[in-house]
T-cell receptor, first 115, second 113 residues
Framework: EAGVTQFPSHSVIEKGQTVTLRCDPI?????LYWYRRVMGKEIKFLLH????????ESGMPNNRFLAERTGGTYSTLKVQPAELEDSGVYFC?????????????FGSGTQLSVL | AQSVTQPDIHITVSEGASLELRCNYS??????LFWYVQSPGQGLQLLLK??????LVQGIKGFEAEFKRSQSSFNLRKPSVHWSDAAEYFC???????????FGAGTRLTVKP
């Protein structure tokens, strides 16, 4: 069974440009999460989808970030326009209820560098 | 709100030596506690978790962790480290859903031959 896949693995862009990150969750997982890790800091929650609906987007830093999950399958996270402080690793995770809790399955992340 | 501190940014141990990675949390009630590992090019993988019950929990790859309420700690241990354990380790504390999970800043483990 395929795990959570993220594309691209690395992205280098200039300040002011637009970047779109993609996440394909494990098939059948309704819950999808985006997290971000700024260099050397903790991993922080960005938002949570249940199927195609945004359940919680309280972690989104500002309106330059737009996340979508059309059809409740894959998700995209667009940053427009990108700023220097957006650099970091963006993780996607999907979850499955196992033994009474939602176990997270993480992708390998997208390393975003804004120059 | 809950928070997690991993005091050690980077630890180096020799292969075969024992390992302890520290994690301290802040939360008013009994938390859900997790340890994740990220190997190069891989996603975060759950090593073990504590919800309730026995305070010593066993995980995958020979890891264990002990919940000590009096010290607000959940340290990760392994009696004998293998070269393949070189990775970054994250402690996390949750409340009741993944939206509220708080991760530490991570500890990078280097294993010397």
């Amino acid at each position: 069974e395929a795990g959570v896949t993220q594309f691209p693995s690395h992205s280098v862009i200039e300040k002011g440009q637009t970047v779109t990150l993609r996440c394909d969750p494990i098939s059948g997982h309704d819950n999808l999460y985006w997290y971000r890790r700024v260099m050397g800091k903790e991993i922080k929650f960005l938002l949570h989808f249940v199927k195609e609906s945004k359940q919680d987007e309280s972690g989104m830093p500002n309106n330059r970030f737009l996340a979508e999950r059309t059809g409740g399958t894959y998700s995209t996270l667009k940053v427009q326009p990108a700023e220097l402080e957006d650099s970091g690793v963006y993780f996607c995770a999907s979850s499955q209820r196992i033994g009474g809790y939602e176990k997270l399955f993480f992708g390998s992340g997208t390393q975003l560098s804004v120059l | 709100a809950q928070s997690v501190t991993q005091p050690d940014i980077h630890i180096t141990v020799s292969e075969g030596a024992s390992l302890e990675l520290r994690c301290n949390y802040s939360y008013g009630a009994t938390p859900y506690l997790f340890w994740y590992v990220q190997s190069p090019g891989q996603g975060l993988q759950l090593l073990l978790k504590y919800f309730s019950g026995d305070t010593l929990v066993q995980g995958i790859k020979g890891f264990e962790a002990e919940f000590k309420r009096s010290q607000s700690s959940f340290n990760l241990r392994k009696p004998s480290v293998h070269w393949s354990d070189a990775a970054e380790y994250f402690c996390a504390v949750g409340v009741y859903n993944n939206n509220d999970m708080r991760f530490g800043a991570g500890t990078r483990l280097t294993v010397k031959p």
